[in-house]
């Protein structure tokens, strides 16, 4: 008996399921998804990243960051992501629309950031992070991006964007540490970070 069409509509099947599972129905379920007006604040969620956020997210990519810090907020019943605070509701497709690559991450050696814009605000809190994150969390395993600024010497006045640093790690008296680019940059793609708008597929709360 010839078993080469059977063996040959085995595979093709197998082939045809496995298509049909990863890309048809994800392609039929989220493949119209666009963004959602919130009528609240008459804007459209979520927002492409523009100038500063965007050259930002480059600096992320770059750096590593994916490696230590994921960008989802899993839901109540998976996790205490949300009882952390580290965002009010579950993280759904939609928020990730205009994210290439998506940086969801693989592990958590420090907080997920999915919401960071949102849950700290300032920015001399994230440069002084960034710059050292023993500064802000103590026992922080975070190594120190201090290579992102530059020492500079002081001119007429102090620059109001320079570093406050004190003790050991103040500059040496007549100069001042200032952020580069790069890091502003980063801290703009940082701050981009907020999901805080409930959606049809993602309640807040959920």
């Not at 994916?66 to 839901?75: E, F, G, K, L």
């Not at 693989?106 to 992070?129: C, K």
């Not at 600024?149 to 200032?178: Q, V």
Request: charged share 20%.
């Amino acid at each position: 008996m010839n078993y080469g069409p059977i063996v040959f509509i085995g595979i093709f099947l197998t082939l045809a399921s496995s298509w049909v599972g990863l890309i048809l129905i994800p392609q039929i379920q989220y493949g119209g998804l666009g963004v959602q007006k919130i009528e609240e604040t008459g804007r459209d969620y979520p927002a492409a990243n523009f100038g500063s956020a965007a050259l930002g997210r480059e600096v992320y990519r770059a750096n590593g960051c994916i490696y230590c810090h994921s960008q989802q907020v899993r839901a109540e019943d998976f996790g205490a992501d949300i009882a952390r605070g580290w965002g009010k509701r579950r993280s759904v497709s939609r928020d990730y629309l205009y994210d290439k690559p998506v940086f969801l991450g693989t592990m958590r050696t420090g907080p997920d950031l999915a919401n960071i814009g949102l849950r700290q605000p300032s920015v001399e809190w994230h440069l002084s992070h960034l710059y050292n994150p023993q500064i802000t969390s103590k026992g922080s395993i975070m190594p120190t991006y201090a290579f992102l600024f530059e020492k500079r010497k002081i001119g007429k006045a102090s620059s109001p964007d320079a570093l406050k640093l004190t003790g050991k790690l103040a500059p040496p008296s007549g100069y001042e540490i200032m952020p580069t680019e790069e890091a502003k940059n980063l801290i703009a793609y940082l701050l981009s970070l907020r999901v805080d708008v409930a959606l049809p597929e993602g309640p807040l709360g959920k």
